[in-house]
């Protein structure tokens, strides 16, 4: 599996990132939590954004 590195906005260190950290391992800056609820608000603004080309493809296929 390969080694993922991620850089602290506040100290600008790369560290190792396996998913769950939590706190910069340098100097403590504690990242924020992301709400489910944005992943979700993504999809919904990509399939938006995506409805009218769909539309376009159905109304020449159809």
Same mark, same amino acid.
């Given at each position: 599996?390969?080694?993922?590195?991620?850089?602290?906005?506040?100290?600008?260190?790369?560290?190792?990132?396996?998913?769950?950290?939590?706190?910069?391992?340098?100097?403590?800056?504690?990242?924020?939590?992301?709400?489910?609820?944005?992943? $979700?608000?993504? $999809?919904?603004?990509?399939?938006?954004?995506? $409805?009218?080309?769909?539309?376009?493809?159905?109304?020449?296929?159809?």
């Amino acid at each position: 599996m390969p080694e993922e590195y991620s850089k602290c906005p506040s100290c600008a260190l790369e560290y190792e990132d396996d998913g769950d950290v939590d706190v910069c391992p340098y100097c403590g800056y504690e990242f924020p939590e992301r709400a489910r609820s944005t992943r $979700w608000v993504a $999809w919904v603004l990509v399939l938006l954004m995506l $409805w009218p080309a769909i539309k376009g493809i159905m109304y020449l296929l159809g």
